[in-house]
């Protein structure tokens, strides 16, 4: 992720998690739909974006929001592998495989092609967090 496109994911960030601690859940998630459509090639950034979208759906006690940003979580680790639908604003409202027009404020940041090349690193990556899933998983059941 260049310079630009982290600066503006991260003020998207920053003003979503602002808002979330003020308790503006409506304006938080809207700065997550933004932050989600930048980060959205990058693994990590793709995945806190929805971790966010998750806490917000908890904190509104919206099920479908839960149970949609937890499907998400897991096919986030499609942008390890460029599989991602461009301009996806990442909530439950919208189809995961959904394809949108990129706002024309965060367009300039989509001028270059990023499409990422696979490599052993994003394989890694996500064998990681599919096992800390599993066993996450398995410790909440069996506990």
Aim: proline fraction near 2%; aromatic fraction near 12%.
């Amino acid at each position: 992720m260049d310079k630009a496109l982290k600066s503006a994911f991260n003020a998207e960030m920053d003003s979503a998690i602002n808002l979330f601690r003020s308790q503006h859940f409506k304006e938080c998630f809207a700065h997550l739909e933004r932050a989600h459509i930048l980060g959205q090639r990058s693994y990590l950034h793709h995945l806190q974006s929805h971790w966010w979208m998750l806490k917000v759906g908890i904190k509104i006690n919206d099920q479908r929001e839960v149970f949609g940003q937890f499907l998400r979580l897991l096919g986030s680790a499609g942008s390890l592998f460029g599989i991602i639908p461009i301009g996806n604003t990442g909530g439950a409202n919208v189809s995961p495989t959904k394809s949108m027009e990129i706002p024309t404020d965060l367009a300039r940041y989509f001028t270059k092609d990023r499409r990422r090349k696979f490599s052993a690193s994003r394989v890694l990556l996500l064998l990681f967090t599919a096992l800390t899933l599993v066993i996450g998983g398995y410790s909440a059941f069996c506990l």
